[in-house]
T-cell receptor, first 115, second 112 residues
């Protein structure tokens, strides 16, 4: 059974802390994604990685960075957490290519609260 | 740019009612179209997809037909169950890219 796992389901951090969210996939997918999900706004892409050490900014990259040192792992970093980064964070992966290959596989999400 | 627009809801139905969730798209060319479902407390999972015009995707009693004439991909189910209560997202790859852009989601609640 294919799987995308995220390191925590729930996380509570303080303003100004450095926060790491980890995502691991076991499908040997080249593409990995980080989204945040907020009520009324749907899913918004933060960063996209199409290969090890390669990354591309999404729609809302401000305040975030990412790291992809190994193919199976994609980390989202909040350099200095702020209360407006309280959200649900979703990781996904997919094969390269288009059409049917655009299907993304999602992790269960991390609900982050910044106090 | 390429985008999807879906009815925002929330939608509340009784068990065994007919469901339609509207999704229209704006795109250059004919991208693949997807419906994802998110059950409470979980991530998204693919519900169904269609890769070309006139294709019908189906899964778990849900269906959607890719209609290029009306640029639509409406989700339908003939008889909903309480277990269908979830948030439903329509999506497509913008500009033929390897990413997806999602609609804002439609929350469905089915009452017994």
């Amino acid at each position: 059974d294919v799987k995308v796992t995220q390191s925590s389901r729930y996380l509570v951090k303080r303003t100004g802390e450095k926060v790491f969210l980890e995502c691991v996939q076991d499908m040997d997918h080249e593409n990995m994604f980080w989204y945040r999900q907020d009520p009324g706004l749907g899913l918004r892409l933060i960063y996209f990685s199409y290969d090890v050490k390669m990354k591309e900014k999404g729609d809302i990259p401000e305040g975030y960075s990412v790291s992809r040192e190994k193919k199976e792992r994609f980390s989202l970093i909040l350099e200095s957490a702020s209360t407006n980064q309280t959200s649900m964070y979703l990781c996904a992966s997919s094969l390269p290519g288009r059409g049917s290959y655009n299907e993304q596989f999602f992790g269960p999400g991390t609900r982050l609260t910044v106090l | 740019g390429d985008s999807v627009t879906q009815m925002e809801g929330p939608v509340t139905l009784s068990e065994e009612a007919f469901l339609t969730i509207n999704c229209t798209y704006t795109a250059t060319g004919y991208p693949s179209l997807f419906w994802y479902v998110q059950y409470p407390g979980e991530g998204l999972q693919l519900l169904l997809k269609a890769t070309k015009a006139d294709d019908k995707g189906s899964n778990k009693g849900f269906e959607a037909t890719y209609r290029k004439e009306t640029t639509s991909f409406h989700l339908e189910k003939g008889s909903v169950q309480v277990s269908d209560s979830a948030v439903y997202f329509c999506a497509l790859p913008p500009g033929g890219s390897e990413k997806l852009v999602f609609g804002k989601g439609t929350k469905l609640t089915v009452n017994p």
